[in-house]
């Protein structure tokens, strides 16, 4: 997971004119064919995020996640409210520290503030978990998927001594994760009784030390999901036996853009048909 770009952040091509969020971004698109309303929660994964220029910044349609797939097998109207560099606890408060969604990018500005999500926020010091509880109550929602979880671990790697790799560091930032997607989770049921879909990360490589992190940490999101009613799907499966022809490297088998942390087209069609999979089961 050391890489030069993290998961969710655009801090390594964030260069560009600063905008409003909340009266800068694009609304949720639309299908006349759409059976119901999918509503993606998250970070940059679902959010599509893949660098490149500034210039595509502009116009979030240029990013497409598994959201966007899974909505098209379904035949649902996705509304994408994820944001790149969102944490645990950003997702519930904006205020709170984020790995580029609302604050703490290396270039100084959050994602949200220069550069437009899939959806339109209601002002810019509403929460992800605030903008889909509005939504719970004023659209008929047949799916919410959530992921959440990795922008944690990023700022752990950051912030402490051991880089977050001692039993005791692991341990801690668990709980945290659990913690916080305990609290969206439990938020989200008091507004909404149909079908949540928690999905899992893949790991980079299934053959080091981080890559069994990882499971570990999708292990303890699992049991989460399972205590609020939710479903499952496992990114980390769905990519490891692919990964396990190139030796567990996610990059080298395609699923992931070379030298950064996010799913290549592939991989986003992987996590799709997780989800999908577990939507129809």
Same mark, same amino acid.
């Given at each position: ?22 009266? #800068? ?13 999918? !509503?993606? !929660? ?35 109207? @996705? ?11 950003? $997702? ?50 047949? !799916? *919410?998927?959530?992921?959440?979880? =990795? ?6 790697? %950051? ?13 801690? !930032?668990?709980?945290? *994760? ?9 938020? $989200? ?7 949540? @879909? @928690? ?27 399972? *205590?609020?009613?939710?479903? $499952? =799907? ?5 990519? %490891? ?22 799913? #290549? ?17």
């Amino acid at each position: 997971m050391a890489a030069t770009c993290v998961v969710a952040t655009a801090s390594c091509s964030s260069d560009g004119e600063s905008s409003d969020q909340a009266t #800068s971004s694009s609304d949720a698109p639309t299908t006349e064919e759409a059976a119901g309303a999918y !509503l993606a !929660l998250g970070d940059s994964v679902p959010f599509g995020y893949r660098g490149g220029t500034p210039a595509e910044f502009s116009d979030a349609a240029n990013f497409v996640g598994y959201p966007e797939l899974v909505a098209e097998d379904l035949g649902l109207d @996705v509304i994408n409210a994820s944001c790149p560099g969102e944490t645990t606890a950003s $997702l519930i408060d904006v205020t709170a520290q984020s790995n580029g969604c609302g604050n703490g990018s290396q270039s100084g500005s959050g994602y949200r503030a220069t550069y437009p999500l899939h959806v339109r926020y209601d002002a810019v010091d509403q929460s992800q978990l605030d903008f889909a509880v509005d939504t719970l109550e004023e659209t008929e929602v047949d !799916l *919410v998927t959530v992921q959440i979880g =990795a922008n944690d671990v990023f700022i752990c790697q %950051r912030t402490t001594a051991d880089r977050c790799t001692s039993p005791a560091t692991l341990q801690a !930032l668990g709980q945290t *994760v659990q913690a916080g997607l305990d609290r969206i989770l439990k938020t $989200l049921r008091e507004h909404y009784d149909g079908q949540i @879909v @928690v999905v899992t990360y893949y790991a980079l490589n299934y053959a080091d030390a981080f890559g069994a992190a990882t499971k570990t940490l999708g292990d303890g999101i699992a049991q989460i999901a399972e *205590v609020n009613g939710a479903d $499952l =799907a496992d990114g980390y499966e769905a990519f %490891r036996a692919r990964a396990a022809e190139t030796g567990g490297d996610s990059a080298a088998a395609g699923l992931v853009r070379p030298d950064d942390v996010h799913p #290549s087209e592939e991989g986003q069609r992987l996590l799709a048909d997780a989800v999908t999979a577990v939507v129809e089961d």
